[in-house]
T-cell receptor, first 109, second 117 residues
Framework: EDKVVQSPLSLVVHEGDTVTLNCSYEVTNFRSLLWYKQEKKAPTFLFML????IEKKSGRLSSILDKKELFSILNITATQTGDSAIYLC?????????FGKGTRLHILP | GAVVSQHPSRVICKSGTSVKIECRSL??????MFWYRQFPKKSLMLMATSNEGSKATYEQGVEKDKFLINHASLTLSTLTVTSAHPEDSSFYICSARDTSRGRAEAFFGQGTRLTVV
């Protein structure tokens, strides 16, 4: 059975801290791993990772995939209160996208 | 990025009635769309994969007759919750992939908050 496991499930840090969110996956016919940020409504796309070892960056966010260890991390540096959200990791095997349970991140001012 | 529009954003219906939710890809063609359900403080649960011109593929435990999916065109998929009950109250989200230009990331609709009273 395909599955995606995220950790931690929740995280509370102070503004300015750096956080690392983890995502491991076990899927057949793996194609890509996706990260999303969900605030009040539908998730918004952050990154898609297909190749191992290549870091993708967008501002203070970065992510990398390890296809050997079936693992990905999402880093957020110099966190801000606007980073508070649920971060979802999803794996794309075949034609469907499987989501992890998400990490609920709360940034204290 | 590609735009996916979902309608309505919020609906309240009486128990026993049916509700239709639309998902449209506005600037691309989507041969495949996905329907998700999300409970409070929980992740997205894939309900079914909607394929244009053919029957939807439902995930285990999802009732086909309860959640009717129609993907009649390359830009529109609909989810109909039939004979809705309070336990069907949830946040339903659709997503679509624009594979025509080799893009693989899924874009989401705004979601529909369904409340059955």
């Amino acid at each position: 059975e395909d599955k995606v496991v995220q950790s931690p499930l929740s995280l509370v840090v102070h503004e300015g801290d750096t956080v690392t969110l983890n995502c491991s996956y076990e899927v057949t016919n793996f194609r890509s791993l996706l990260w999303y940020k969900q605030e009040k409504k539908a998730p918004t796309f952050l990154f898609m990772l297909t190749s191992s070892g290549i870091e993708k960056k967008s501002g203070r966010l970065s992510s990398i995939l390890d296809k050997k260890e079936l693992f990905s991390i999402l880093n957020i540096t110099a966190t801000q209160t606007g980073d508070s959200a649920i971060y979802l990791c999803a794996a794309w095997p075949s034609d469907k996208i499987i989501f992890g349970k998400g990490t609920r991140l709360h940034i204290l001012p | 990025g590609a735009v996916v529009s979902q309608h309505p954003s919020r609906v309240i219906c009486k128990s026993g009635t049916s509700v239709k939710i639309e998902c449209r890809s506005l600037d691309f063609q989507a041969t495949t769309m996905f329907w998700y359900r999300q409970f409070p403080k929980k992740s997205l649960m894939l309900m079914a994969t909607s394929n244009e011109g053919s029957k939807a593929t439902y995930e285990q435990g999802v009732e086909k007759d309860k959640f009717l999916i129609n993907h009649a065109s390359l830009t529109l998929s609909t989810l109909t919750v039939t004979s809705a009950h309070p336990e069907d109250s949830s946040f339903y989200i659709c997503s679509a992939r624009d594979t025509s230009r080799g893009r693989a990331e899924a874009f989401f609709g705004q979601g529909t908050r369904l409340t059955v009273v």
